[in-house]
């Protein structure tokens, strides 16, 4: 059995009776497997749930250059061209694709690698994207600089945020519509039509699909419960380029308004957290000057 990057499950050769002919015939294996099993409960918050950065060129590209650039390279990059990587998933094939893996190397992105191998069929962009990209960064660089509120909601945020993306590719196993509610707020939960088994397959659907489980999450993680301060370093984190995308406006636009519709009716609440977040901000200027 050998391996070659057209056929990473690799190629047999036999020899064919009658013994006089000796012409090798090449057997390709190759696979398509549409159902996306269910992720592990341990790795559901994780930045990894999205995809692992085991290809080299991907770790130099998107940690060293900025989000516009690196979407752009995403683009028509090719995780199978790194064979070394591609061995060591077709070698742990058989726990990557099993529903609830705990394998060290499992993520959406490398399960759907090896369930879709030789078909032509391409990873969602959304995995290695916005979905690994921003949860790393976001978080390196949000965590430290949020309140002990604002930290838990981050992290609660991220968990259901992977909730919401399984409940809708279980659902899409099922059937053709996919609905996710927003506890917060009945009306900020959502419904799509996506064709059974076929949403990961379409990478702007699955893109529409992920931004719109964004809004739920953080709201019924508590983000209109969060401080003032809490609020601008949250509203101000993504990418300045990241903005000029109408997904990215909408979510911000829904979450806003339902923060600032919160924030009318819970005044004593507003007032007081922004009194607090006055002296939060004089003590880090008194900081600064030291």
């Known amino acids: 059995m050998s ?14 009776t009658p013994v006089s002919w000796q012409e090798r015939a090449k057997v390709t294996a190759s696979s398509c497997d549409k159902i996306v099993p269910p992720a592990a ?19 130099r590209k998107t940690g060293a250059t900025t989000w516009d650039v690196a979407k ?28 609830g893996s705990d394998s060290p ?17 391409q990873m969602p962009k959304y995995y290695v994207g916005y979905g690994y990209y921003y949860c790393s ?5 949000l965590y430290p600089r ?22 809708g590719l279980s659902q899409n196993m099922r059937g053709n519509s996919i609905s996710i509610a927003c506890k917060f707020n ?27 489980t964004h809004v739920p999450a953080y709201l019924d993680g508590g983000l209109a419960d969060l401080p003032p301060d809490d609020l601008m370093k949250i509203g101000g984190q993504p990418n300045i380029e990241e903005w000029l995308d109408g997904a990215t406006w909408e979510q911000a636009f829904d979450s806003g308004s339902e ?32």
């Open 259 to 290: 923060v600032g519709m919160y924030k009318v009716t819970h005044p004593r609440q507003t007032i007081k957290e922004t009194g607090e977040a006055l002296v939060r901000v004089i003590q880090g200027l008194l900081e600064d000057l030291k």
């Open 41 to 59: 409960d341990c790795i559901i918050g994780q930045c990894v749930y999205y995809y692992r950065p085991l290809h080299e060129e991907y770790v």
């Open 72 to 99: 752009a390279w995403l683009t028509y990059w090719n995780p199978w061209d790194d064979q070394e990587v591609v061995k060591k998933l077709i070698r742990n094939r058989d726990v990557l694709i099993q529903p």
């Open 137 to 141: 960064n976001y978080g390196e660089k």
């Open 146 to 167: 949020l309140t002990a509120k604002g930290k838990a909601w981050l992290v609660l945020a991220r968990i259901l945020l992977q909730q919401n993306m399984e409940d």
């Open 3 to 16: 391996q070659d990057k057209e056929n990473p499950l690799g190629q047999g050769s036999a020899i064919h």
């Open 186 to 212: 009945s009306n900020r939960g959502f419904r799509m039509i996506a064709t059974k088994c076929e949403l990961e397959l379409d990478s702007d659907k699955f893109k529409e699909f992920a931004f719109k």
């Open 105 to 121: 190397l499992w993520s959406r992105g490398t399960n759907f690698m090896m369930r879709h191998i030789g078909c032509g069929h």
